[in-house]
């Protein structure tokens, strides 16, 4: 979740200026710097169950798969994806990646919104990006959206149980392992009843950038 922005605007090399010097991790959006706050044990826990599975995946070849503290460059703002797959070189003293293939985001009811609106049309501007995952932490859900070979968006729902396919290093990830040694809360008859009410999730036809 994000905090209020800084008050002052910046570009983007007086922003990455302020992440050599800070303690504190800041996403750039819009021309402003907005303070990160902390995890949760359940967003920490799915993000390394998914890392660790596309870790195990890459094997000889090119993608490479990273958690947490690496920005991403998408359009006019940097963000700093849970986890981020890049399959071009790259050096080993990277801290921002310009061409990633997969980005995920762990999302929560606070950060929803922006992770399926905000993020994703940004992110779906990177040439490089072939997939970007949303996981949820407080259920068992997960949203693919890809871009197919003809450069048009989709996007896969899976609930409960099932498996769904990531494009690099292309894998196969069970929402059984997604959460795995997670211990979901109770949800209350009224958000079970409005999970898919508050999601912001686009209609299909507005998947596209």
């Not at 303070?35 to 870790?55: E, P």
């Not at 991403?72 to 801290?95: F, M």
């Not at 979901?184 to 999970?195: I, K, N, Q, R, T």
């Amino acid at each position: 979740m994000r905090e209020q922005p800084r008050a002052q605007a910046m570009n983007v090399t007086e922003y990455l200026r302020l992440e050599e010097r800070s303690r504190a991790r800041h996403e750039y959006v819009g021309g402003y710097a907005y303070a990160m706050t902390g995890t949760t044990t359940a967003h920490n826990r799915i993000t390394a169950n998914v890392y660790m599975r596309l870790r195990s995946a890459e094997g000889s070849g090119p993608c490479r798969a990273y958690i947490i503290d690496l920005k991403v460059r998408a359009g006019e703002n940097v963000y700093y994806p849970d986890i981020v797959v890049t399959c071009d070189p790259h050096e080993g003293t990277a801290t921002i990646l310009d061409r990633p293939c997969l980005v995920v985001e762990v999302t929560s009811r606070g950060t929803r919104r922006i992770d399926h609106g905000e993020k994703l049309s940004c992110y779906q501007s990177i040439a490089s990006l072939r997939g970007y995952l949303v996981v949820e932490q407080r259920y068992r859900h997960a949203s693919l959206y890809a871009r197919a070979a003809d450069g048009a968006w989709t996007r896969e729902e899976v609930s409960g149980t099932g498996d769904i396919v990531v494009p690099c290093p292309s894998t196969v990830l069970s929402l059984d392992g997604i959460y795995e040694g997670v211990e979901l809360p109770p949800l209350s008859v009224e958000e079970d009843l409005a999970l898919y009410d508050d999601t912001g999730l686009p209609d299909l036809e507005e998947v596209g950038p």
